[in-house]
């Protein structure tokens, strides 16, 4: 090939991807719901508007699964933001999540806590669903403890038993449903991040070894966490073929926060609590409830609490010296 032809070639792929780019400028505001993707400075001025707001400064961040509401009730020197007070916020639609973001402190340490998530079923896109993450990172949380009601399906699981999430089976993104949609923001974190240390190995030996303090060794087990989309239960057939994959336990949450977590470099815990065994034989007459998932969880609520406060100690004591992870915007 001559060189005037290479020349030429050149100036014809720069055209090209010129116009490309554009073209990616563009969609990438847009989500697959024709809704407007939050972008790293919208995020950015929703953390300022909370931190122009409060005086502390948390590292750590807590999200309270249905009916674990009391985790934020315990926290001391609240402050509260309803999320219909925050700007661009979703609001929560689902009983046992009061939808507002609480900060104050456990055991002196500050925390930011979600007392309310964001589901797919209430019909927000995963990207939505996951916004306060990103919110979490640029307020400058570095460890991120997620918590959530699931259904039993391991049949050594029993009701009130604590699972510590030791791996997931991202169900929604096998249909190509993911938080990560949308052009990559390198700010936040890379294109394709891996998922295989997403929860932190040295974090769940230390869930152990708090429920060794705390007596309550018995009912906590270790497992994999399944997300379907929701809002209804599973089927027999559904349970049986999550069961033979590999499954622990089954919900409809937490799997989303993890990955944009972890694409941003957060440390992630993350805890399921069983508030039902799931049906799986067509003889068992009984059904899932969502008032049995709260009433389960009120049950349990004195224990969880005393975890909670266990774990964010342990984070301050061992983990928030290691800056090296910390992320600047
Ligand atoms: O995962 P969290 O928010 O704890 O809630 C769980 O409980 C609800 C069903 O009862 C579903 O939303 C399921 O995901
Ligand atoms: N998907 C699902 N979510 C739950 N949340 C609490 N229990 C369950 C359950 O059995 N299945």
Known sequence: MSIN????????????????????????????NNENFYTYELIQSIAKFLLD????????????????????????DRHIFPYETIPHFPVSTVPGHEGRLVFGCVNGIPIMCMQGRFHYYEGY?????????????????????????AGGLNPDFEVGDIMIIKDHINLMGFAGNNPLLGVNEDRFGPRFPPMN?????????????????????????????SVIGGPNFETVAELNMLRICGVDAVGMSTVHEVITAHHCGMTVIAFSLITNKCVTNYDDHSEAKHSEVMEAAAERAPLIRSLVSKIVSYIDENHLICTDEIFSP
């Open 5 to 32: 032809i290479l020349k030429e070639n050149n100036v014809r792929n720069n055209r090209l991807n010129a116009n490309a780019l554009k073209k990616v400028k563009h969609i990438s505001h847009i989500s697959h």
């Open 125 to 149: 896109p995963l990207w939505k669903c996951a916004m306060p993450i990103r919110v979490m990172k640029l307020v400058g949380v570095t460890h991120l403890l997620a918590t959530n009601a």
């Open 53 to 76: 707001r409060i005086n502390i400064r948390p590292k750590i961040g807590i999200i309270c699964g249905s009916g674990m509401g009391t985790i934020a009730d315990s926290l001391t």
């Open 197 to 225: 240390k997403a929860y932190n190995k040295k974090l769940r030996e230390a869930v152990h070894g708090a429920a060794k303090d705390l007596n309550m060794s018995s009912i906590v087990k270790e497992g994999v966490y």
